[in-house]
């Protein structure tokens, strides 16, 4: 059972969750606390805007991860910078955005590069990371933050739009 935190879901990554993914997916508002629901994991959804304003649901993601057995957790999109504020990093407003379906991102593990559609302003500063996070892909193009990921727990997320898949399964 997973949790579909909607910051601005895209129709496309709940028809491929439940169709393709083959999971009992529960959608719930932007400022829903999902931390009194028994689930499997939490999907962290993309969205518009200023991350810092989605306070409420910060303040729910930061119980999840302070959780001693924290269930799995990813993000996408505005949920990477959801995310990374909720562990205590800092996000920053960008001169232009990173938008379009051929931006190029790397895997920190692999140094695989992926071709990304991504269209968002704004971007989590690996700097301010806490200790246990690493940054998990970076943009080619400006080197800004494009996901993280815990050292040890099962969480991170992702600044691009993975279901969108810019070649046939790239990043799906």
């Known amino acids: ?96 955005g990173n938008r379009g379906m051929n931006q190029p991102v790397i895997d920190l593990r692999t140094t695989l590069c992926y071709i990304t559609p991504q269209n968002h302003g704004f971007a989590v500063d690996t700097k301010s990371l806490p200790a246990d996070w690493r940054p998990f892909f970076v943009n080619a193009n400006d080197n800004s933050n494009e996901g993280i990921i815990h050292t040890w727990k099962p969480i991170f997320s992702v600044q691009f739009h993975p279901e969108a898949m810019g070649g046939p399964t790239d990043t799906a």
């Open 1 to 96: 059972k997973i949790i579909a935190v909607d910051c601005g879901i895209k129709y496309n990554i709940i028809r491929y969750l439940v169709q393709e993914g083959k999971v009992h997916l529960k959608v719930v508002p932007w400022d829903y606390d999902f931390n009194k629901e028994d689930y499997d994991g939490l999907f962290i959804s993309n969205g518009p805007g200023n991350p810092q304003m989605a306070d409420k649901t910060i303040q729910h993601l930061k119980i999840a991860l302070e959780a001693k057995n924290p269930k799995p957790i990813f993000g996408i999109c505005l949920g990477n910078q959801l995310l990374a504020l909720a562990a205590g990093a800092k996000t920053y407003k960008m001169k232009f």
